[in-house]
């Protein structure tokens, strides 16, 4: 799927769809979004692509996300077409990003303000990083196997937010990482430690500004469940 764009910018976005379908499989049909890429999911030619897809058993590409990509609203509503479709989703430029991957970039999407993340070349490497592994690691899963693999990585990215927490404070941090937990348990993390490993990959900062740890996730969905 491209976007709308002069014939010589089609060009490029064709050329480039060309590099990523090498050696992975030939594209099944085309759709090209003629108008601006603000409207989000109300996009005719997506619309079209999704049910073009389903009806072929295909995987949904596009060239890039663009400015959508910075849009939680799109990518939560393609998140969950994506689900609802049970269809793979993938990026040409950005071969990090999947069907997998939506739910959580939108989170933190909303997230980074409130939440101080800083948007470090760095951390946006290891986030690449994480969607990566992660995206590899639940496609090569067995179906019959259906045990989450480990999601570690052992490099701290939470921003120091400082100490002395307080209750309140507690409480208010659970409410504030709630769409996060719940996006990386709706992509398929099951443990605890997967949680926590996640959090620690994506750079959200703890209530302490540590590293997560399961025990951290056991008080925060605690709290989220109004136990304790």
């Not at 003629?34 to 619309?47: I, K, N, T, V, Y």
């Not at 970039?105 to 409130?114: F, H, L, Q, S």
């Not at 196997?145 to 409480?171: H, K, Q, V, Y």
């Amino acid at each position: 799927m491209g976007q709308g764009a002069p014939e010589t910018a089609l060009a490029s976005q064709r050329a480039a769809i060309d590099r990523h379908l090498a050696g992975r499989g030939r594209l099944a049909a085309e759709c090209i979004e003629r108008g601006p890429d603000d409207s989000c999911m109300e996009q005719p030619a997506l619309r079209e692509a999704l049910a073009l897809c389903r009806r072929h058993g295909a995987t949904l590409l596009m060239v890039g996300l663009g400015a959508s990509g910075q849009d939680p609203g799109f990518l939560r509503a393609l998140s969950r077409d994506l689900r609802r479709l049970d269809l793979h989703f993938a990026v040409a430029d950005s071969p990090e990003v999947s069907e997998a991957t939506l739910g959580i970039m939108a989170a933190v999407a909303e997230a980074e303000d409130r939440l101080g993340v800083r948007r470090t070349p760095e951390t946006l490497a290891r986030r690449r990083a994480f969607y990566t592994r992660f995206t590899d690691e639940r496609r090569a899963r067995a179906p019959a196997d259906r045990a989450i693999p480990s999601l570690a990585d052992p490099r701290p990215l939470a921003e120091n937010l400082g100490r002395g927490e307080t209750l309140l404070r507690s409480r208010e941090r659970a409410e504030e990482v709630a769409p996060i937990l719940s996006e990386i348990r709706a992509a398929g993390a099951l443990t605890l430690e997967q949680v926590a490993n996640a959090l620690n990959a994506l750079g959200i900062p703890s209530a302490r500004g540590s590293r997560w740890y399961p025990m951290q996730v056991t008080r925060i969905e605690k709290r989220l469940a109004g136990v304790g």
